[in-house]
């Protein structure tokens, strides 16, 4: 069984700053592909950033490159989202997500699933 457990959202201004983290247990950490997604109200979950199990290959999505910065430690067990420059439109709720395969863009194709963290960036 694998859990994944995100912390570090939080309100903040634009302009401002957070990194979340997620912690997994469970099967050998570093065999998956990581991702994380975001969730606004009354809007579709949508792709962030994802890294190879190595750490080697990072992907973002357009709204968030050149901001957001996906790192994983696998002797922590842990991936990150170090998130610089925020805007209003990055408010929702941000999802770790876990798959024993290569990274993908679509939330669909993960496995797992954390239970989120709230990110609001006020204006």
């Known amino acids: 069984q694998v859990q994944l457990v995100e912390s570090g959202g939080g309100l903040v201004q634009a302009g401002g700053s957070l990194r979340l983290s997620c912690a997994r247990s469970?099967?050998?950490?570093?065999?998956?592909?990581m991702g994380w997604f975001r969730q606004a109200p009354g809007k579709e979950r949508e792709f962030v950033a994802a890294i190879s199990w190595s750490g080697g290959m990072t992907y973002y999505g357009d709204s968030v490159k050149g901001r957001f910065t996906i790192s994983r430690d696998n002797a922590k067990n842990t991936v990150y989202l170090q998130m610089n420059s925020l805007k209003p439109e990055d408010t929702g709720v941000y999802y770790c997500a876990a798959r024993q395969d290569r990274v993908s863009y679509a939330w669909i194709d993960y496995d797992y699933w954390g239970q989120g963290t709230q990110v609001t960036v006020s204006s």
């Open positions: 469970g099967h050998t950490f570093s065999t998956y592909a």
